[in-house]
Every structure is written in C-alpha cells, then in structure tokens.
C-alpha cells in the first residue's frame, strides 16, 4: 500500500472551495481551531502537511465572538514598538472595540504552524466585523 503525496503544482490546479463561518456566539478558541483545520486542509483526503491543500474562510460577525470566563478582562495582548518603554497592553475588551477582527486573526494564526507556508494560509483568512461580506460571488459553504 502506497501512500499518495499531494504536490503544489497538481493542488494549484483543483478548485479551492470557500466556506462561510458565522462567529456569532461561538468561543475564540474552539472557532479557531475549526478555521485553522480549513486553512490547512485537514478536512481534505489529499491533506499533506507541506504542501498548501487548504480552502478559503470568510468570518462574519466578529465583534460578536465569546471569550469563555473573565477572558474577556483579563486576557491581555501585548505590543512592542521595539523602543524602550514603548510597550503597550489593552485587554480582549479594548481590542473588540477597536479592531474585532484582531482577536480571530491572532487566534487562528497562533494555531497555524510556524514557516513561509502559515503566511500563504492566513492570507485565504477573511474576517469581517459585520454581517456583509463583499464574497457572494464565490457562492461560500455555510459552515
């Protein structure tokens, strides 16, 4: 028994599928988890782990995403300019008002591998804070 290898230029070709996520009342951390398997492709049969074989994700809703227990104060994202004392912290509150979008980006890219090819995934990652997305034409799965 053989076990067959999906290759880049045989994957380029078959047609990516897109799937719709709606974030409302889903938790973070379990909603990234989903995303990232997407991402990666790890629904597909002809997953392979260096090679891209994932699908596009639209998230709607993301101002609406759970954070489960007192997360939602305690939970802090820090930022550093590089510059001494120019290091800043707002909590997952702070950050939901000012860029909802932030909180499923970091998530979902904290559960992706660590290389060039995470970078080529995140970019088939589109969130949105409302409930309209500009992708109708690509006719999205609802997940």
């Given at each position: ?13 078959s ?16 909603m ?8 990666r ?34 939970k ?7 510059y ?24 979902v ?21 409302g ?13």
């Amino acid at each position: 028994m053989t076990t067959t290898l999906a290759k880049k230029e045989e994957h380029a070709l078959s047609q990516k599928r897109w799937f719709l996520f709606d974030a409302s009342s889903e938790v973070l951390g379990r909603m990234a988890v989903r995303i990232a398997n997407i991402l990666r492709g790890r629904h597909n049969p002809y997953y392979t782990p260096h090679v891209d074989t994932g699908d596009y994700v639209i998230v709607i809703n993301a101002e609406k995403v759970l954070l489960t227990g007192n997360k939602n104060q305690r939970k802090n994202y820090m930022f550093y300019t590089g510059y001494m004392g120019n290091e800043w912290r707002r909590n997952a509150s702070e950050m939901r008002k000012r860029n909802p979008r932030f909180l499923i980006e970091h998530a979902v890219k904290g559960m992706l591998p660590k290389n060039r090819l995470a970078e080529q995934m995140l970019k088939k990652l589109k969130v949105y804070a409302g409930a309209n997305h500009e992708h109708q034409a690509q006719n999205p799965i609802k997940l």
